[in-house]
């Protein structure tokens, strides 16, 4: 006989500020480490530079990639790093990326809070150091992009969609409004690329308490409908925006989805979608190695309370573990049917792993496991902290291909690693578990500044940094460079060199005429055409090439003009 979700029942307990202030403290110094140093990089530019030049010209509403519209993304994420800009005066790396550094230390704290209520003060605290030690969502957490902030959104809506099943009746307007206004911000920051944690969300509760209860509730509904309507707004006013400037709606966001969402595409990407739970499953580490502990037989499933040795094991607790469960498996789906295989959009549920590790220790406090599994859960302690010491060297070895320094820092961290690895065997061999839980937790800081070296390094080897300090040398500051894709695909050439940019980034494919000279900075397609057809209009040709990255800076003599370029002698 199915089980039916009860959904008035009290929570069970809540973390004490104390716990919370002390997971944030832990998330902001591994997340903080390093942001302020390396150029920008990948596609950091592309938010970055957006929000700066919204400040510069006072235009919000649509954002601008230099000359180009750019609406890939909506526009909460420009707003939030122009605001930062706007509030500090300052425009560097350092408050691009801070955002970033908050939001990932605001998802711990938030999973400490949730966790807490649900399972008990234990479970926060786990479950908030649990999200600080997957160190595949720093990534996300150390750049200007908008992974972080999204995950944060993303996080919260799950969280607060599934609470709405459980909570009383006095709560619920609160927390689907504060769920509704979650899901606004995640529209807001990247459409619908979210929408499986949602989905998710919505049916898993359902789905493994296998009752339809949670579906008939109209909260959850309401405070998606005004996550919808916010997006909705926003898509109007900038609608009319286009139409008063008379300018050609820009689409490339919505081409994005269209592409991720044909059949073909899905069918040539099914290899890496079908490996999304694997991935999911070793990014989470080391986390997600206390998954299996969590079907243990009475902690899973049955229709009564059940004692443990030092507490209970309540239907609610049940109910709760297996809604996070099942949001988590429907999200999976979800992403793997729309064929979004790039782990960055699983990251937007991974982190509801947490939780469930947090429901682990509270049953662990409460006695529900019989010795044998609380024996692996030991091994798998100790593990991770072995695992973790390990990565620093990793990461010291990142370093040195990046050609870093600092290995007095990188040795004193492994050092303190690997000393705290062997106390935390050595206590939970003495069952010292609180001590042992401590010392995983300097573990984690140990792995910070190593992490924000290789970033720094990593940053080094991807920015277009290196091809700006050619364009620098060749071209004046304050002057205008031509360009084709470049603009969108490495913006922050043109910040770092401090040019002025006319970009076609559509069209400098084929030939064009213009009618003055110029310096234009080619791709290596861009350039491979107008070298072959026009190779007697070029010159001062400069080869830019490092790694993957190759462009071609050149002048341009229009026709008809005998004037020599800069530079050039007169012969």
């Known amino acids: 006989m199915s089980e039916q979700v009860r959904g008035s029942i009290p929570p069970t307990g809540g973390a004490r500020t104390i716990d919370i202030l002390l997971v944030l403290a832990v998330a902001l110094f591994v997340n903080c480490a390093g942001i302020g140093s390396g150029p920008l990089a990948g596609t950091e530019g592309h938010r970055a530079l957006v929000a700066h030049q919204m400040v510069r010209s006072g235009d919000y509403l649509l954002p601008r990639l230099y000359d180009q519209i750019y609406l890939a993304k909506p526009p909460l994420h420009y707003w939030i790093l122009a605001g930062m800009e706007k509030l500090t005066g300052r425009a560097d790396e350092l408050i691009w990326r801070l955002p970033s550094a908050v939001a990932g230390a605001a998802m711990a704290g938030f999973l400490c809070f949730m966790a807490a209520i649900w399972f008990g003060r234990l479970a926060g605290i786990v479950s908030g150091m649990a999200c600080c030690s997957i160190v595949a969502l720093w990534g996300q957490n150390h750049t200007a992009e908008i992974d972080a902030i999204n995950s944060l959104a993303s996080v919260i809506t799950a969280c607060l969609l599934i609470h709405l099943a459980f909570v009383e009746r006095r709560r619920v307007v609160v927390c689907a409004l504060c769920a509704g206004l979650a899901f606004g911000v995640e529209l807001l920051l990247k459409g619908p690329a979210g929408l499986g944690a949602v989905a998710g969300a919505l049916a898993g509760p359902a789905v493994l308490n296998r009752g339809t209860r949670t579906l008939k509730r109209p909260w959850p509904w309401i405070a998606v409908g005004i996550g919808s309507v916010m997006f909705l707004v926003y898509g109007a006013v900038a609608l009319w925006r286009f139409h008063q400037l008379h300018l050609p709606l820009e689409t490339s966001g919505v081409n994005e989805i269209w592409i991720n969402l044909l059949l073909d595409g899905r069918i040539r990407s099914l290899p890496q979608t079908l490996l999304v ?15 299996p502990m969590v079907f243990y037989g009475p902690m899973w499933r049955g229709d009564g309370d059940v004692v443990g040795r030092s507490g209970v094991w309540s239907v609610r607790d049940r109910q709760i573990l297996r809604a996070l469960v099942g949001t988590m498996v429907v999200a999976c789906a979800a992403t793997m049917v729309c064929g979004l295989w790039p782990p960055r959009y699983s990251y937007l549920w991974l982190p509801l792993i947490c939780p469930v590790v947090g429901a682990a220790a509270a049953a662990f406090e ?88 290789a970033q720094i390094a990593d940053r080094e080897r991807r920015s277009g940094k290196r091809c700006a300090d050619v364009v620098a040398e060749s071209v004046s500051r304050g002057e205008t460079v031509t360009t084709g894709r470049l603009v969108l695909d490495t913006p922050e050439i043109f910040y770092y060199s401090g040019v002025n940019v006319q970009s076609y980034p559509n069209s400098l494919i084929t030939l064009r005429e213009f009618p003055t000279s110029r310096w234009i900075l080619f791709d290596d397609f861009e350039y491979a055409a107008w070298s072959r057809d026009v190779p007697e209009r070029l010159s001062r040709v400069r080869v830019i090439s490092y790694r993957h990255f190759y462009a071609a800076l050149a002048w341009y003599t229009a026709r008809g003009d005998s004037r020599p370029g800069p530079g050039m002698d007169l012969r």
């Open 366 to 453: 409460r006695g529900v496991y019989p010795l044998k599994i609380m024996d692996w859960m030991n091994i798998l302690l100790a593990l991770a902290g072995i695992g973790m010491t390990a990565g620093i060297v990793v990461m010291g070895w990142l370093c040195w291909r990046g050609h870093m320094g600092h290995w007095v820092l990188l040795s004193a961290c492994a050092i303190v690693a690997a000393g705290m690895s062997c106390l935390v065997i050595r206590w939970i061999v003495k069952h010292r578990m609180a001590l042992a839980g401590w010392g995983l937790v300097v573990i984690i800081l140990a792995e910070g500044p190593p992490f924000g070296l």
């Open 277 to 291: 739970p694997v991935l999911m499953v070793l990014y989470g580490l080391p986390a997600s190695s206390f998954l």
